[in-house]
């Protein structure tokens, strides 16, 4: 009786831990989604009732007018997506193929050049030419400006992910290499068979890193691109959206125009919706793979 009064006591005390774990992880998933809630509420609000009232939850004068201004050139919109998409697609992928491989040479043993190497990756970290100088060597020397590989090898890697992906590399034994040469198997045979399927977590991670900024970039568009491009990085492409609007707003001054006509706070929200959305399906993919990642390659020394 005494063991049957212990297991029910358990039982309760196991209940409510879950209930009151599983209500603190719901309270603090509605505190984050809350601020997305609010992004997508003022994107379908009025601009005039946005500068009266202020954002709120639920969407203020419903009105499409902030999307209707950012689609108002489809084949724009539809031509910055497609860049993105195959700049982030194309990008993450070489560039995963790049920082595995890098990062598994500069943690073998049998590598003899892997601390000078490793040196030089993080001597970077702290220091850089600086933007002048970068410029000069892609556009002049390299003849890159006004095209899309100006961005694409910039973001191709980082030494901040090479070490990453290092660290990571070295919870692999030194073993499994040395038993892939006993069996006569070569260096990319050994990496491509044995090493990669136990990186999984690193290349999850690093993955995602290279993909939010090849998502994300406008920076480097807007020095190498311009209006070189017939379709700019969506980003950038959105940015300049914004910029229009506000420079039409700021034109129109005195004149007897509503603000419902001319977005600008509404604008920017549905931007952030229209860049956001795709991306943020990303994550899900790579939520088991990412904690035990960048754990293991953080700690790993």
Not at 5 to 33: D, E, N, Q, W
Not at 61 to 76: E, N, Q
């Amino acid at each position: 009786m005494a063991q049957q009064g212990t297991k029910i006591k358990r039982t309760k005390s196991t209940k409510a831990v879950k209930i009151v774990s599983y209500t603190v992880i719901a309270l603090f998933s509605l505190i984050c989604l809350l601020p997305f809630i609010l992004i997508i509420s003022a994107s379908l609000s009025t601009e005039g009732v946005i500068a009266k009232e202020g954002f709120g939850i639920l969407p203020k004068g419903l009105t499409l007018s902030a999307y209707m201004w950012v689609f108002r050139y489809p084949k724009m919109i539809i031509g910055s997506y497609v860049v993105t998409i195959l700049m982030t697609v194309f990008g993450t992928i070489v560039g995963l193929l790049i920082i595995s491989m890098t990062g598994y040479a500069l943690q073998r043993k049998d590598f003899p050049f892997r601390n000078a190497i490793s040196f030089f990756i993080y001597f970077t970290t702290l220091f850089s030419a600086g933007m002048a100088p970068t410029f000069i060597w892609i556009s002049r020397y390299l003849n890159l400006r006004g095209s899309y590989l100006a961005v694409f090898l910039q973001l191709l890697m980082s030494p901040w992910l090479i070490i990453l992906m290092k660290n990571f590399a070295k919870s692999v034994p030194f073993e499994i290499t040395e038993s892939g040469k006993i069996d006569g198997a070569g260096d990319f045979k050994i990496f491509i068979s044995l090493i990669l399927p136990m990186l999984k977590p690193a290349l999850a991670t690093v993955g995602l890193f290279l993909a939010l900024g090849y998502w994300n970039e406008w920076y480097l568009s807007s020095l190498y691109l311009g209006s070189q491009v017939d379709f700019k990085p969506l980003q950038y492409y959105l940015y300049g959206i914004i910029n229009e609007a506000n420079a039409l707003k700021g034109s129109v001054a005195g004149v007897n125009v509503t603000f419902s006509d001319l977005p600008s706070n509404t604008l920017k929200m549905a931007t952030a919706v229209v860049a956001t959305g795709p991306i943020i399906f990303l994550y899900p993919f790579v939520q088991k793979y990412f904690i035990s990642g960048i754990t293991v390659g953080a700690v790993k020394g």
